[in-house]
């Protein structure tokens, strides 16, 4: 009975001693973190619009009513050093974007990138690669999985590119897929259907299962050729539909109008960044302390970066 009562004791000590590691800081105490900009940007020769998001951060200790969100009434300005492009507001797709004719984005320029938002301002400067790497050779192929009667297909293409010598180089590549296929469209809710023939993109998804993945870069490889993972789309499947009772199954019929290949020879703020970001999102491990997101917004968050878009078009004869 003695002993019973010892180990009630010790036990009641031990959960008393617990109760006190736990400490309620006062809320005077904690770290005041203002709210930054963040700004996303990336620029290149071969796009058609020049893009900007603008949001903003929510520190740890914030409000709960504080909630981010894209920030639309900002003042946003790229300049060449020369000439200076005012960004509006975009508020169908909430962002900052205006046609690439308002300023152009040449090979091996610098561009300076400004946010002004009341008191908050940032800034940020990035040069575009001077050359496009195009890929030199390729191969597509085709890959099934399933059974028989529910065979998946899907398309499969790799690529080579030769390395710029004598510099360091940051690559990414992205691939897409132009695809004519059918669906079955109802005539007038009647239950009659026709075959109709539509068109639609697709991008591929790379494998890295092999250790690599869509960002490359040349350390200890400069000059040397590099290769692409395997870049992986599903076509489309057999639709099944109904009319009168009876069922029907509707092939695709699909046709390849083209594959467009593309080797992304960016700027180190657009491949750290990028790798940042895939890094964190990769890390399934608890006990793996957080990393850092690379940033070069001077007075914010967020990354201001360039590429260089080469490119090979293959159009099946």
Same mark, same amino acid.
């Given at each position: ?6 180990? $009630? ?10 109760e ?5 800081v ?24 020049i893009?900007?998001? /603008? @949001?903003?951060s ?6 709960p009513?504080?909630?981010g969100?894209?920030? %639309? ?9 020369t ?6 507001f ?12 308002a ?6 320029? @610098?561009? +300076?990138?400004?946010? /002004? ?6 800034k940020?400067?990035?040069?575009? %690669?001077?050359?496009?790497v195009?890929?030199?050779t ?14 998946? @297909? ?6 080579? #590119? ?21 669906? %079955? ?18 991008? +591929?998804? #790379? ?7 869509? +960002? ?30 009876t /069922? ?22 657009? $491949?750290?960044?990028?790798?940042s970001?895939? @890094? ?6 608890? +006990? ?7 940033t070069?917004?001077e007075?914010?968050?967020g990354?201001?970066g360039?590429?260089?878009s080469?490119?090979?078009v293959?159009? %099946?004869?």
């Amino acid at each position: 009975m003695f002993a019973r009562y010892i180990i $009630f004791l010790f036990l009641t000590l031990f959960l008393t001693a617990c109760e006190s590691l736990v400490t309620e800081v006062d809320k005077g105490n904690l770290p005041q973190v203002a709210s930054k900009l963040v700004v996303q940007c990336f620029i290149s020769p071969q796009a058609a619009r020049i893009n900007v998001v /603008v @949001t903003e951060s929510v520190p740890l200790f914030a409000e709960p009513d504080l909630k981010g969100g894209v920030i %639309p009434n900002a003042v946003v300005k790229l300049s060449n050093g020369t000439q200076e492009a005012v960004i509006p507001f975009d508020t169908a797709n909430q962002l900052y974007s205006v046609d690439k004719s308002a300023l152009a984005i040449l090979p091996g320029k @610098t561009y +300076f990138l400004s946010v /002004v938002n009341g008191i908050r301002s940032v800034k940020a400067t990035c040069t575009v %690669p001077a050359t496009a790497v195009v890929p030199a050779t390729y191969k597509i192929d085709t890959s099934y999985s399933g059974s028989l009667s529910a065979r998946d @297909t899907s398309l499969t293409v790799k690529y080579n #590119w030769n390395d710029i010598a004598g510099q360091t180089n940051y690559y990414r590549v992205h691939a897409s897929l132009d695809l004519e296929y059918s669906i %079955p469209e109802e005539l007038s809710g009647n239950g009659q259907f026709k075959e109709k023939r539509i068109r639609n993109r697709f991008n +591929f998804n #790379w494998d890295d299962t092999i250790g690599r993945n869509d +960002f490359r870069s040349d350390v200890n490889l400069d000059g040397t050729e590099f290769s692409s993972p395997i870049g992986r789309v599903n076509l489309p499947d057999p639709l099944s539909y109904s009319s009168n009772d009876t /069922v029907y199954i509707s092939y695709p019929k699909s046709k390849i109008i083209s594959i467009t290949m593309e080797v992304y020879n960016t700027d180190e703020h657009y $491949f750290k960044y990028h790798r940042s970001v895939q @890094t964190r999102g990769d890390s399934d491990n608890p +006990f793996v302390e957080p990393s850092l997101i690379y940033t070069n917004i001077e007075g914010g968050l967020g990354c201001f970066g360039a590429y260089n878009s080469g490119q090979l078009v293959y159009r %099946p004869q």
